[in-house]
């Protein structure tokens, strides 16, 4: 045997399979590092954006407080709908001059409900609670900003449910008046006119106007009758009558396909059984052909479940949308639901679905 060889039981290494194993599971601890990343980072963006936006209604909101703030002049934060991701807010930026300055969401965020613009008055209030929703593409779900009545501003939570608060009844009030009706003052008597010596009032006679004659037309024929009283004009009685032309039938266009829905809003809520689900009823006239029905949530949003009744309509009909809440603070506030034919049958309806709490 040489010196320098050795036995298979003194061999050190790594398998073939071994070396798979482990590159595999590098791979997959680090796919899932990236990805915790990327999810942080989504996450952190939205929340940074979110606390952002309610940071400039808090401004907003104090501002025309500090102000006093007059009609006209008060403090006001608007949005411009779904998929949106600018929002404008008016105030007194130190100038001593009310102005307007427009804001953006950072990449990958955008607003998820309905245009609105929520305006301040010098009491801070606003006329009805409102709930912004910042949604995040990458994560797939929004985070809510609520504006209170009262103008308290919450992110993520509702600590302020105006829509959970019932309405207060005012009660009549009585007795807290002087019960001793007040007289009600006589009119004196209307004055007689004078009467003459005669007994007659006086009164002045209105003349009557005498009446023109109205002269009697001589009528001058230029006939050339031969009637029994031998009339000898020196006209042409025999006229040459102007044909009348024909109408000519012009073809009239056909009627235009048309759609529209009702009724164009529906209110529900999240924790009333009874008012969990709306429907509406999508119509289509004056169609031809087949035509596929589609609702979707404006601005790619999943806080709704959408139903559609009839998915395909032969010429006219009409289909019911259904409309469900979800539960979450997410999926508070309102939100535009399109719907639309394949082909088009006029423009797209819109249906706006407000859910509160």
């Not at 320098?4 to 290494?13: E, M, Y």
């Not at 004078?194 to 109205?214: H, I, L």
């Not at 009758?225 to 006209?235: I, L, Q, R």
Request: net charge negative; hydrophobic share 30%.
């Amino acid at each position: 045997m040489k010196p320098n060889s050795r036995t298979t039981t003194q061999q050190r290494g790594f398998t073939l399979t071994q070396m798979i194993v482990t590159v595999a599971i590098i791979a997959v601890v680090s796919t899932g590092g990236v990805l915790g990343i990327k999810t942080a980072r989504a996450e952190f963006r939205l929340q940074n954006s979110a606390r952002l936006f309610a940071t400039y209604i808090e401004k907003a909101r104090a501002d025309a407080i500090r102000r006093h703030a007059a009609p006209g002049q008060e403090s006001s934060v608007e949005t411009f709908g779904p998929g949106s991701t600018t929002y404008a807010i008016t105030m007194d930026y130190g100038s001593g001059v009310v102005e307007t300055r427009n804001f953006e969401l950072e990449s990958g965020l955008n607003f998820a409900t309905a245009a609105k613009r929520v305006t301040f008055d010098w009491r801070g209030r606003i006329e009805e609670a409102w709930v912004f929703q910042v949604h995040s593409e990458y994560l797939e779900r929004n985070l809510p900003v609520d504006v209170s009545g009262s103008g308290d501003i919450t992110v993520g939570e509702q600590h302020f449910p105006d829509q959970l608060i019932p309405p207060v009844e005012i009660a009549q009030v009585t007795g807290d008046v002087d019960s001793t009706p007040t007289p009600t003052p006589t009119p004196d008597p209307s004055a007689t006119p004078p009467v003459d010596d005669e007994g007659d009032p006086e009164a002045t006679p209105t003349p009557t106007p005498e009446p023109t004659p109205t002269p009697t037309p001589t009528p001058n024929g230029n006939g050339n009758g031969n009637d029994g009283d031998n009339g000898n004009g020196n006209g042409n009685g025999s006229p040459t009558p102007t044909p009348t032309p024909n109408a000519s039938p012009s073809p009239s266009p056909d009627a235009q396909c048309t759609s529209a829905i009702s009724p164009v809003e529906l209110k529900l809520s999240q924790s009333d059984a009874a008012n969990q689900t709306g429907s509406a009823v999508f119509t289509i006239v004056n169609a031809t052909g087949t035509r596929t029905i589609s609702a979707s949530i404006a601005g790619n949003g999943n806080s709704l479940v959408l139903g559609v009744s009839l998915l395909r309509i032969d010429g006219s009909g009409s289909s019911v949308i259904t409309v469900t809440t979800k539960n979450g603070a997410g999926n508070r506030g309102a939100f535009i639901v399109n719907v639309s034919t394949e082909p088009s049958c006029g423009s797209a309806q819109q249906l706006k679905v407000s859910v509160s709490n």
